[in-house]
T-cell receptor, first 111, second 113 residues
Framework: SQQGEEDPQALSIQEGENATMNCSYKTSINNLQWYRQNSGRGLVHLILIRSNEREKHSGRLRVTLDTSKKSSSLLITASRAADTASYFC???????????FGAGTILRVKS | GAGVSQSPRYKVAKRGQDVALRCDPI?????LFWYQQALGQGPEFLTY????????KSGLPSDRFFAERPEGSVSTLKIQRTQQEDSAVYLC???????????FGSGTQLSVL
């Protein structure tokens, strides 16, 4: 079973627009990570936010974390066609040895 | 190359056949993970190694699945008596920091006919 659930399942936007994806999870965590996967490829790490952080930025990416609601959001600003991919949130299970992924959001950026 | 390498890239097996999937992690990475990804789904955890020790194998779906990392570097995932439901992409990932910032290979796409 998967810990996280992303919302929406799919998102289609025009180049230059912002894209927001949400992730909800079930148990206490130490950190939450976001990964990108291009079609037919492995996952690429984008950003990590720790449980004691509320917001983090990296280039055009902005991640927020609300541990009281067990949710996170990923914002991609000024999207490009190259951002077209699937995006997954992943959480470490507290006291566990695993990183658990959600089902992902498919993002399509139209040029 | 400096990335995680998996082989073969594609594997077609007849039902009942045994298969072995190989993962070469990034040199020096202590942690190694195997995931199974069904079409349109997120990766599902299979097992975790720290060096040669298999610390968590709770995700292995049945006793037909076996993973090893005997010298703490290369890992092999073996599936015995493959079944159609084993068809998926098998992803390997390594990390120098436990389960923070995993580096993934491109995966092995297994099709069981």
């Amino acid at each position: 079973s998967q810990q996280g659930e992303e919302d929406p399942q799919a998102l289609s936007i025009q180049e230059g627009e912002n894209a927001t994806m949400n992730c909800s999870y079930k148990t206490s965590i130490n950190n939450l990570q976001w990964y990108r996967q291009n079609s037919g490829r492995g996952l690429v790490h984008l950003i990590l936010i720790r449980s004691n952080e509320r917001e983090k930025h990296s280039g055009r990416l902005r991640v927020t974390l609300d541990t009281s609601k067990k949710s996170s959001s990923l914002l991609i600003t000024a999207s490009r066609a190259a951002d077209t991919a699937s995006y997954f949130c992943a959480t470490d299970v507290e006291y566990g040895n695993k990183l658990v992924f959600g089902a992902g959001t498919i993002l399509r950026v139209k040029s | 190359g400096a990335g995680v390498s998996q082989s073969p890239r594609y594997k077609v097996a007849k039902r009942g056949q045994d298969v072995a999937l190989r993962c070469d992690p990034i040199s020096g990475h202590v942690s190694l993970f195997w995931y199974q990804q069904a079409l349109g789904q997120g990766p599902e955890f299979l097992t975790y190694f720290q060096n040669e020790a298999q610390l968590d194998k709770s995700g292995l779906p049945s006793d037909r699945f076996f993973a090893e990392r005997p010298e703490g570097s290369v890992s092999t995932l073996k599936i015995q008596r493959t079944q159609q439901e084993d068809s998926a992409v098998y992803l390997c990932a390594s990390s120098s920091t436990g389960y923070e910032k995993l580096f993934f290979g491109s995966g092995t796409q297994l099709s069981v006919l």
